[in-house]
């Protein structure tokens, strides 16, 4: 079965710690992996999207990198408002055109100031 | 540039009546998600529309939901009658997808349901 799991489900830390977030999945074929963060309230935003194992991409603060197992968020020198629920999700490459993604239940870090 | 816009942001109602959520996406793109999104939860697809055409909706309770995209823009989805138990966000997204390609999704803000 089609599974995205990400861990921990809460991470609290002190601004400056950095850390990671995991996103692990097995899927039967992956054609790319989304990071997405959620504030209270809001819908999600589009952070990364990652294609083939190796690849990193980074945003200020963040860095998302794939394996052909897992993916990580790194979070390096976190600010209060790094705040948020972030969620990662993965399009099955037989998917056809469903385009179907698979989400996982997100990791919700606070980051103390 | 205007992103997906929602509305209400918020709705009220009692169990058995009907409601109904609307969406704008982002000008241009072809692919429109509706999503329900419950507490604690990632989203759950519930229909997805290549232009006016509802291309996965696998997963839409169609006993009670319904959802429309006339003219391949704006959508609406509706439910009737709601049960306690539909209670969640529902968001919209979309993104503008070539044939068979990998983009991602924009979400609006959503809609926060109560059913009392």
């Known amino acids: 079965e089609d599974q995205v799991t990400q861990s921990p489900e809460a991470l609290r830390l002190q601004e400056g710690e950095s850390s990671s977030l995991n996103c692990s999945y097995t899927?039967?074929?992956?054609?790319?992996l989304f990071w997405y963060r959620q504030d209270p309230g809001k819908g999600p935003e589009f952070l990364f999207t990652?294609?083939?194992?190796?690849e990193e991409k980074e945003k200020e603060r963040l860095k998302a990198t794939l394996t052909k197992k897992e993916s990580f968020l790194h979070i390096t020198a976190p600010k209060p408002e790094d705040s948020a629920t972030y969620l990662c999700?993965?399009?099955?490459?037989?998917?056809?055109?469903?385009?179907?993604?698979?989400w996982g239940l997100g990791t919700s870090l606070a980051v103390n100031p | 540039e205007a992103g997906v816009v929602q509305s209400p942001r918020y709705k009220i109602i009692e169990k058995k009546q009907p409601v109904a959520f609307w969406c704008n996406p982002i000008?241009?793109?072809?692919?429109l998600y509706w999503y329900l999104q419950n507490l604690g939860q990632g989203p759950e697809l519930l229909i997805r529309y290549e232009n006016e055409e509802a291309v996965d909706d696998s997963q839409l309770p169609k006993d009670r939901f319904s959802a429309e995209r006339l003219k391949g823009v704006d959508s609406t989805l509706k439910i009737q009658p709601a049960e306690l138990g539909d209670s969640a966000v529902y968001l919209c997204a979309s993104s503008l997808a070539p044939q068979g390609g990998v983009a991602e999704a924009f979400f609006g803000q959503g809609t926060r349901l109560t059913v009392v």
């Open positions: 000008s241009g793109h072809n692919t």
């Open positions: 990652l294609y083939s194992a190796g």
């Open positions: 999700a993965v399009l099955l490459s037989n998917a056809g055109n469903n385009r179907k993604l698979i």
């Open positions: 899927v039967s074929g992956l054609r790319g």
